[in-house]
């Protein structure tokens, strides 16, 4: 899939600072100061999303020690509760996109963003400071594009587990970035198109096959951070069957097009909270 397929159109005057992104080794340790924005995209997240800024505001504290500065998104997701309300309260940026589609509300939040990279959270994850201190030594290296970071439940589920633990395994393998933990180089990522708008969901896997291309070409690399997972909420196997689940794989396995439908994609689209 093409990356004009994305929303995230390069700026007037950005291109050439763009290009020069790509190059290899560029030394960003060696900047007087990095600026980091985190952006999360939050549809009907009353709930869970106070707790969440608050863990990520916690664990910014990592970038302290390096002089880095640090700003929050949340892109509001044409939500119908408080998710807003808790954002602006929390002390965050809100955008808003009005249509209902993870990779918009993903695409909205990094075009408002100002930062020299982006850190994608979403709204049901709870990072730590070691997860970020992680992010950070890995753009100091100036080796590295894009990464992501291996998952835990926040609740202990037999068939969940062993599902987060194929995915860990397919994830650290495959260099596949999780939607609910991305980080990128803000070049890079306005470079390529940002997400697909064409995909209701898996377009994190989408990403990661162009990111991945990207890196071979630039001698740049993707990593996947292991030593602090991040944790991530288990409620869609509260939320749903395990019919449910199966009855998704299938049709994703039958047709790619499933995921070009939200109508198809119920298990993020359908507001169960």
């Given amino acids: 899939m093409a990356a004009a397929t994305g929303r995230c159109a390069d700026a007037p005057g950005r291109r050439r600072s763009q290009d020069s992104a790509l190059k290899p ?21 009353e709930r869970l999303l106070g707790e969440s800024l608050a863990h990520i505001k916690s664990a910014a504290q ?12 949340v892109c509001d997701n044409n ?16 955008v808003f996109e009005p249509v209902n589609q993870i990779a918009r509300a993903r695409n909205s939040g990094a075009a408002a963003a100002t930062g020299d990279w982006l850190i994608f959270v979403d709204a049901d994850s709870r990072p730590n400071a070691g997860l970020f201190a992680e992010v950070a030594g890995q753009i100091s290296s100036g080796r590295c594009l894009a990464g992501g970071a291996t998952v835990r439940m926040d609740e ?3 068939v969940a587990g062993f599902a987060t633990w ?8 495959g260099r596949l970035l999780a939607g609910s933990f991305i980080f990128c180089e803000t070049a890079v990522f306005r470079r390529i198109g940002g997400f697909s708008n ?15 291309k990207l890196a071979r070409e630039t001698n740049r690399k993707i990593v996947i ?31 790619r097009r499933t995921l070009t439908r939200r109508e198809s994609c119920t298990l993020w689209y359908d507001g169960r909270r």
């Fill in 225 to 255: 951070l292991h030593h602090h997972p991040l944790t991530t909420s288990a409620r869609k196997m509260r939320l749903y069957t395990m019919r449910d689940h199966l009855k998704l794989l299938a049709c994703v396995l039958f047709s």
């Fill in 62 to 73: 990592a970038f302290a020690p390096r002089g880095w500065d640090f700003e929050l998104i």
């Fill in 79 to 94: 939500s119908t509760d408080r998710t807003a309300e808790i954002a602006r309260a929390a002390g965050a940026t809100v």
């Fill in 166 to 173: 194929l995915w860990n395994c397919a994830s650290r393998m």
């Fill in 25 to 45: 080794g560029r030394g960003w340790s060696k900047l007087r100061a990095v600026k980091i924005s985190v952006v999360v995209p939050a549809f009907n997240e």
């Fill in 156 to 158: 202990n589920h037999l």
């Fill in 198 to 212: 064409e995909l209701f969901a898996a377009e994190e896997l989408e990403l990661s096959r162009r990111l991945r």
